[in-house]
């Protein structure tokens, strides 16, 4: 299947930036769909960005215009770049990569986690 290990969380002040990456290994050819998820304490796990593997992208209503989704197929590594911070940002961030198998069979893999903590 498809392993994802993500970095690059931390705290940041109100205002910064920051860029997750996601490094993903074994069958990466079969993916599908990159993303980058979301949850804070007590919150259910949301969607922020995903890229297909044709490139197209979509964007949580709440990080248009800030966040962007990337890929880098010669890494196999995918990104979130995030600007303009703010404090509801906080949250336990996970990437995402699903698709199908070769032999036909569907996989959700996710990464780790890392906190991103916005505060001044």
């Known amino acids: 299947q498809v392993q994802l290990v993500e970095s690059g969380g931390g705290l940041v002040q109100p205002g910064g930036s920051l860029r997750l990456s996601c490094a993903a290994s074994?069958?990466?050819?079969?993916?599908?769909?990159m993303g980058w998820y979301r949850q804070a304490p007590g919150k259910q796990r949301e969607l922020v960005a995903r890229?297909?593997?044709?490139?197209?992208?979509n964007y949580a209503d709440s990080v248009k215009g800030r966040f962007t989704i990337s890929r880098d197929n010669a890494k196999s590594t995918f990104y979130l770049q995030m600007n303009s911070l703010k404090p509801e940002d906080t949250a336990v961030y996970f990437c995402?990569?699903?698709?199908?198998?070769?032999?036909?069979?569907?996989?959700?893999?996710w990464g780790q986690g890392t906190q991103v903590t916005v505060s001044s």
């Open positions: 890229i297909t593997s044709g490139g197209s992208t």
């Open positions: 074994g069958s990466i050819l079969s993916i599908r769909t």
């Open positions: 995402n990569a699903a698709g199908v198998l070769t032999y036909y069979a569907p996989f959700d893999s």
